[in-house]
């Protein structure tokens, strides 16, 4: 585990790309222009690009020069933000570009601030040292040396571990978005020479995932090879945690009211209702003219009241005056529906998308009821501020266009 590029040798590209000059950034981080001259070279190394056009007038960004300040400047403004929220108050936010190159240069230690996101992520402390390849005493003096430049507690220890304080857990907010802003310099440089490549993680949600994202990811790796993709799932409460840190690049499925957040941004591509799905030659699917009333008395799969989706299930009896029917098993386990369902007389309500392999196949079918107040808008949720990287970028384009192929966006029932 390693970062692709010295944070250092960011931090003076910066100064020399906002000052135009070596000397002068030089003079603003207190280091000999030697040591700026040696850092930009090292950093067009790492990066095998040119990042100025060196002329008398000064020094001048190239377009991969932009291209790395823009991302750049983000990963500072993160550093400097997360120092202010744990108290210190080095860069009051809105921070301006040249704060930027003000971040406390001790954080900005590789070694230090990957001990740190390890051990904030596993609370184990060998497995980060495993991680890292170095000693357990080293992860210790990292975490100890960068808790001593913040001047904060930022672990503590407990039964189940070590574990984050307070500031420790607004630092890691701030530290993961600047390490995935960091990670997408490589692919946007990447996409300037004409390749997409690099690494796409999506928070798939169940509306979006059977059919649609398989589909738009086989169709972005044709046309790019070199890209790799991972799916996180789960909740959306905790996709939209991961988003917000970083940890993913945008959530697939379906999206929550406008108000659920402002830093978060859902852009509606379909609708989807739920319908009523058993086995291929179920007895109710042998009755004409099937009505509510006489579903209540099924063996019912159904996921969890805790479930936007049981919400809308059970809203959708009660708004014509019926009890919901209860659930003889709950589960938002795909696995677990489809054996149920396929060996017994059980009925679900899900969205038709879910199952579309077995309906197609003929193993299940879709009864003739429709239920009413079960519509849900599906779409891709972002960070509000986010700038995506060129392979999702790819990836979102492609979803778009298969979900315009699918059925027609309506207004969803909230």
């Known amino acids: 585990m390693s970062l692709p590029v010295s944070l250092r040798h960011l931090r003076a590209f910066i100064a020399v790309a906002e000052m135009g000059s070596v000397t002068r950034a030089a003079d603003a981080l207190y280091r000999a222009q030697s040591a700026v001259t040696r850092s930009v070279h090292q950093l067009e190394l790492a990066l095998n690009v040119e990042l100025f056009e060196r002329k008398?007038?000064?020094?001048?960004?190239?377009?991969?020069?932009?291209?790395?300040l823009f991302r750049a400047r983000?990963?500072?403004?993160?550093?400097?933000?997360?120092?202010?929220?744990?108290?210190?108050?080095?860069?009051?936010?809105?921070v301006p570009d040249a704060a930027r190159t003000r971040v406390p240069l001790a954080m900005l230690n590789e070694r230090r601030l990957l001990s740190f996101v390890g051990l904030a992520d596993s609370g184990h402390m060998p497995t980060v040292a495993k991680a890292l390849g170095i000693s357990q005493p080293a992860v210790s003096s990292s975490?100890?040396?960068?808790?001593?430049?913040?001047?904060?507690?930022?672990?503590?220890?407990?039964?189940?571990?070590?574990?984050?304080?307070?500031?420790?857990?607004?630092l890691a907010f701030?530290?993961?978005?600047?390490?995935?802003?960091?990670?997408?310099?490589?692919?946007d440089l990447a996409a300037l020479n004409g390749t997409t490549e690099g690494r796409v993680v999506i928070g798939a949600l169940p509306l979006g995932r059977t059919t649609i994202l398989p589909r738009a990811i086989s169709d972005v790796l044709a046309r790019h090879p070199r890209l790799?993709?991972?799916?996180i799932e789960g909740p959306f409460d905790k996709l939209a945690a991961q988003l917000r840190a970083g940890d993913i690049d945008f959530v697939l499925g379906a999206l929550r009211p406008a108000d659920y957040a402002s830093d978060l941004a859902g852009e509606a591509l379909l609708s989807d209702s739920m319908a009523l799905v058993v086995r291929s030659g179920h007895p109710l699917t042998?009755?004409?003219?099937?009505?509510?009333?006489?579903l209540?008395?099924?063996?019912?799969?159904l996921s969890s009241h805790a479930t936007p989706a049981r919400a809308l299930f059970d809203r959708s009896f009660t708004s014509q005056g019926l009890a919901p029917p209860l659930a003889a098993l709950e589960t938002s386990d795909l696995a677990i529906l489809r054996g149920m369902l396929l060996h017994s007389d059980a009925v679900t309500a899900i969205s038709a998308q879910q199952l579309q392999y077995e309906i197609d196949a003929g193993?299940?079918?879709?009864?003739?009821?429709?239920?009413?107040?079960?519509?849900?808008?599906?779409?891709?949720?972002?960070?509000?501020?986010?700038?995506?990287?060129?392979?999702a970028l790819e990836l979102m384009a492609a979803i778009r266009r298969f979900a315009a192929a699918g059925q027609p966006l309506e207004v969803a029932e909230i």
């Open 56 to 68: 008398a007038s000064g020094m001048l960004c190239t377009t991969f020069g932009n291209s790395v």
């Open 74 to 94: 983000r990963v500072m403004t993160e550093f400097g933000l997360g120092c202010d929220e744990i108290g210190r108050g080095l860069t009051p936010a809105p």
């Open 143 to 170: 975490i100890n040396d960068l808790e001593a430049c913040l001047g904060k507690a930022l672990f503590e220890r407990s039964s189940k571990g070590m574990m984050l304080t307070a500031a420790g857990e607004l």
């Open 174 to 187: 701030r530290i993961k978005r600047a390490l995935a802003e960091l990670r997408y310099i490589a692919a």
């Open 228 to 231: 790799r993709f991972c799916t």
């Open 286 to 294: 042998r009755l004409a003219g099937i009505g509510m009333a006489d």
């Open 296 to 301: 209540v008395s099924s063996q019912w799969i």
């Open 363 to 391: 193993l299940l079918t879709v009864l003739d009821v429709t239920l009413p107040h079960t519509s849900r808008t599906i779409g891709i949720t972002q960070r509000a501020d986010s700038h995506p990287s060129p392979g």
